[in-house]
């Protein structure tokens, strides 16, 4: 299965602030997810990125809020603008490297807002 | 619009027990279904992975099956130890989506 590097594993934030995240991946695929995992629940998606369009984001979710940037087929950043504190969650990257063989997801970012 | 439950949402138990964790969804069109463990803060770590086609996988300890008719998947952990205590997650591939549907976990907890 793919191997994915994400970055930073947390972070404690001031509100206002923004921070974003990065995942690596170590073959080239054609779709990344980014997920929410707030406290206690299961995980929501943000959006799909795919290389050389504009990402697909899922209801409630909104580019301004979580811009993602996807510059070739191995890496992606998710930022989190303008956080506060109902953003402290886990994020997470993931990625089907062969159609129908599972998903990978990355180590997680653990994102505190105070 | 797939939907998966997990049951028990939480189980804790004495070393050396033999655990079943179940899953269920609604819609049996599905390519697979696959186990993940989680332990707290951190990513989603990879279990086994069943193909629609597929009865059971087993890797070591673990065991899950499928029911796809059902709507229906076990996880069943042998002789757990206190290292197996995360949170497993059930989540299903179906047709028509590349999106996979989660259940909302397991949380377990083993104690020595």
């Known amino acids: 299965s793919a191997v994915i590097s994400q970055k930073p594993s947390r972070d404690i934030c001031q509100r206002g602030t923004s921070l974003t995240i990065q995942c690596q991946v170590d073959s080239q695929v054609t779709m990344m997810f980014w997920y929410r995992q707030q406290p206690g629940q299961s995980l929501t998606l943000i959006a799909t990125a795919n290389q050389g369009s504009e990402a697909t984001y899922e209801s409630g979710f909104v580019i301004d809020k979580f811009p993602i940037s996807r510059p070739n087929l191995t890496f992606s950043t998710l930022t989190v603008s303008n956080m506060s504190p109902e953003d402290s969650s886990i994020y997470l990257c993931?990625?089907?490297?062969?159609?129908?063989?599972?998903?990978?997801f990355g180590s997680g970012t653990r994102l505190t807002v105070v | 619009k797939q939907e998966v439950t997990q049951i028990p949402a939480a189980l804790s138990v004495p070393e050396g027990e033999n655990l079943v964790l179940n899953c269920s969804f609604t819609?049996?069109?599905?390519?697979?279904l696959q186990w993940f463990r989680q332990d707290p803060g951190k990513g989603l770590t990879s279990l086994l992975l069943?193909?629609?086609?597929?009865r059971e996988q087993t890797s070591g300890r673990l065991n899950a099956s499928l029911d796809k008719s059902s709507g229906r998947s076990t996880l069943y952990i042998a002789a757990s130890q206190p290292g197996d205590s995360a949170t497993y997650l059930c989540?299903?591939?179906?047709?028509?989506?590349?999106?996979?549907?989660f259940g909302r976990g397991t949380s377990l907890i083993v104690h020595p």
């Open positions: 993931s990625v089907e490297r062969e159609p129908l063989q599972g998903y990978t």
């Open positions: 819609d049996s069109a599905i390519y697979n």
């Open positions: 989540a299903v591939r179906s047709g028509g989506s590349y999106i996979p549907t």
């Open positions: 069943i193909q629609s086609s597929q």
